[in-house]
Structure formats: structure tokens, C-alpha cells
């Protein structure tokens, strides 16, 4: 038996994990990685509370929340390769200006 | 007792993986610690009877998104993560209360809910009689019934997606 507040505390460390990352790391890609870890903390508190509640919603929850980082995942490199093909680097204190 | 240890196993390698990530210069480094916490957050969702979830973890996350991460890293050539001495400042000054906010969170969870019932995990967790909680199965039936049509809409948001990267990612001529 492992207490529901067990899951809750790792998801909560890995999600301020991930926001940490977001705003110390400069590269962009460890940026977008942070994204993903504070994605996933998310999805493990999903899954605990659906174990918790014996519910499946919460399962497919983290399902759509796996398609929706998919999706972003595949864009977001778009953008970041052709953000780089124009500023020819991958610092983000570099890139504040949207137009190319 | 042995779903407690194993629990412990896991938290300590995802927990591991997410620190590397932050320490680590070289975003090669950073991708690969965030597989380790992916796969040990797969392990952890079976212990939570979750079967399906735990496999479209390590598929699509482990396995499509992060190679997908690796292949980017690989082909922009991406070296050290290089520091601007002002910002950076900034983003310390901003990042660490921010850390230390969320583990503070964490504290408050853990002494309000600590009352809370137990999961019971390490055994199949029946429902309705027959089916194992989590099991594709049971799964596929919820998400072809009550939620068909988010399924279908999602199909969309991918296609959408597939195309929007293809025309950022074209060189222009």
C-alpha cells in the first residue's frame, strides 16, 4: 500500500522541477524539455487519483494530454528549426523578437 | 511492503532524472535524464494498476516524442548552453523562489492528505467483477463509447500538427 500524498509529492517536485528549468535554463530545447517533465508530473497525479477514485476517466486524461504533447512536440522543433535556421542560435535571451 | 519499496526505487530515479536535467549543460544530457524519469514514471503508473497508460508512456513518450527531441538536438548541432550574464541573473533570481515554492506545495500536501485512504496496488484491481482496472480493454470501451468524439477530434489536431511542422520546418527558397 503506497498513500495517495506519496504520488502527489513526487508529481508536485517533478512538476516545480519542470518550472524551474523553464525559467533558469536559456537553451531552448532544455526549455521545451522542462515543458514535457511538468507535463508528466501532471499525468502521474492523474493516474493516482484515478487509482484513488477507481475511475478510468483519469486515464483517459492522460491519453489527450499525450496527444496534445505530440502534437506540440512536433511543432515546437518546426519552429525551433526555423528559428535557428534564421538566427543561427539557440539562446532564448537572443531570440526576443518574434518576426524573422 | 514490496510495493512501497518499489515505489521508493522509482521516485528516487525520477527525481534523479528531473535534478540532471536542471544541472546538466549539454542538452543532449538534459534529453536523455528526461527519458529516465519517463521510463521510471512508466514503472510507477503499473504499480498504480495503470497498464496502458505505462505502455503508451514508454511508446509514444520514451519511445516517438523523445527521439524526435534527439533528433533535433542532433541535427542544429546544439552545443553548451551558453549564459547571458544579465538575464540569466534574472531567471535565477525568478527560478529558485519558484522551486522553492512548488516544494513547499509538496509539504502541504503531504501533511493534509496523509489521512487520506491507502491505494490498495499489488494485487489486480477488480471492477465491475470481472475486468483489471486499467487493462487496453477497458480503455478501448470508454474511449470508443462516452468519448468517441474527442478521440475523433484529436485525429484532426494531429493532422493539423503534422502539417503545421512540415511547412515550418521547409526551407524556403
Known amino acids: 500500500m503506497v498513500p495517495l500524498s506519496y504520488y502527489l509529492v513526487l508529481s508536485a517536485i517533478l512538476f516545480a522541477c519542470g518550472v524551474a528549468g523553464f525559467l533558469i535554463k536559456r537553451n531552448i530545447i532544455t526549455i521545451f524539455l522542462s515543458i514535457e517533465l511538468m507535463l508528466n508530473g501532471v499525468n502521474l497525479s492523474f493516474v493516482a487519483f484515478a487509482a484513488q477514485l477507481k475511475s478510468l476517466d483519469g486515464h483517459i486524461f492522460v491519453f489527450f494530454v499525450m496527444v496534445v504533447a505530440a502534437a506540440e512536440a512536433a511543432v515546437g522543433l518546426a519552429i525551433i528549426i526555423s528559428v535557428f535556421r534564421t538566427r543561427e542560435t539557440l539562446n532564448v535571451d537572443r531570440v526576443n523578437l518574434l518576426k524573422l | ?173
Not at chain 2, 505505462?54 to 516517438?64: C, D, K, R
Request: with cysteine; net charge negative.
Open chain 2, 1 to 173: 511492503m514490496l510495493p512501497l519499496i518499489l515505489f521508493f526505487i522509482f521516485a528516487a530515479l525520477c527525481v534523479g532524472g528531473a535534478i540532471n536535467l536542471l544541472v546538466q549543460k549539454h542538452p543532449i544530457n538534459s534529453a536523455l535524464s528526461l527519458i529516465v524519469v519517463m521510463g521510471s514514471l512508466a514503472l510507477i503508473y503499473l504499480l498504480l494498476g495503470a497498464e496502458f497508460v505505462a505502455a503508451v508512456q514508454v511508446i509514444v513518450y520514451a519511445g516517438a516524442v523523445m527521439v524526435l527531441f534527439v533528433f533535433v538536438i542532433m541535427l542544429l548541432n546544439a552545443g553548451v548552453e551558453e549564459r547571458t550574464e544579465h538575464a540569466s541573473r534574472v531567471a535565477m533570481v525568478l527560478g529558485v523562489p519558484g522551486l522553492i515554492i512548488g516544494l513547499s506545495l509538496a509539504v502541504w500536501v503531504v501533511s493534509h492528505l496523509a489521512g487520506l485512504d491507502c491505494i490498495a496496488i499489488g494485487g489486480p484491481m477488480v471492477m465491475n467483477g470481472s475486468d483489471v482496472f486499467g487493462n487496453p480493454q477497458a480503455i478501448g470501451h470508454l474511449l470508443f463509447r462516452n468519448f468517441l468524439l474527442p478521440f475523433e477530434v484529436t485525429s484532426i489536431l494531429i493532422l493539423i500538427a503534422i502539417m503545421g511542422a512540415v511547412v515550418l520546418a521547409r526551407r524556403e527558397e
